[in-house]
């Protein structure tokens, strides 16, 4: 079983930037996706992004050129940073591992997703 734990939340006011991490229990291989989700309240949860070790990555619309994605298999973490913050970025930021390839169409699809975290807080105040 593959525990996921995520850090670096928080408050920030709007323009700020905050840094969330994902260190997962395991060593993570070539062949597993790492990403992001968040899910706002009475909202479903949205992809914010993913990346394989090919160097494949992918960003949410609403994200694109404000977050970054990272990670450090030899480390078993991923990371985000996230600049420029809006109000509409509050939410609960899941860190989430896919244990294989299923294809790009698939990459932003949260049920493709095998493993989860519990989720960190982030609130962005205007």
């Known amino acids: 079983q593959v525990q996921l734990v995520e850090s670096g939340g928080g408050a920030v006011q709007a323009g700020g930037s905050l840094r969330l991490s994902c260190a997962a229990s395991i060593q993570i291989n070539n062949a597993f996706g790492m990403g992001w989700f968040r899910q706002a309240p009475g909202k479903e949860r949205e992809f914010v992004a993913a990346r394989w070790n090919a160097g494949w990555t992918y960003y949410g619309d609403s994200v694109k050129g404000r977050f970054t994605i990272s990670r450090d298999n030899a480390k078993n973490t991923v990371d985000l940073q996230m600049n420029s913050l809006k109000p509409e970025d509050t939410a609960v930021y899941y860190c989430?591992?896919?244990?294989?390839?299923?294809?790009?169409?698939?990459?932003?699809?949260?049920?493709?997703?095998?493993?989860w975290g519990q989720g960190t807080q982030v609130a962005v105040s205007s």
């Open positions: 989430a591992v896919q244990a294989a390839w299923r294809g790009s169409s698939e990459t932003g699809n949260a049920g493709a997703y095998d493993y």
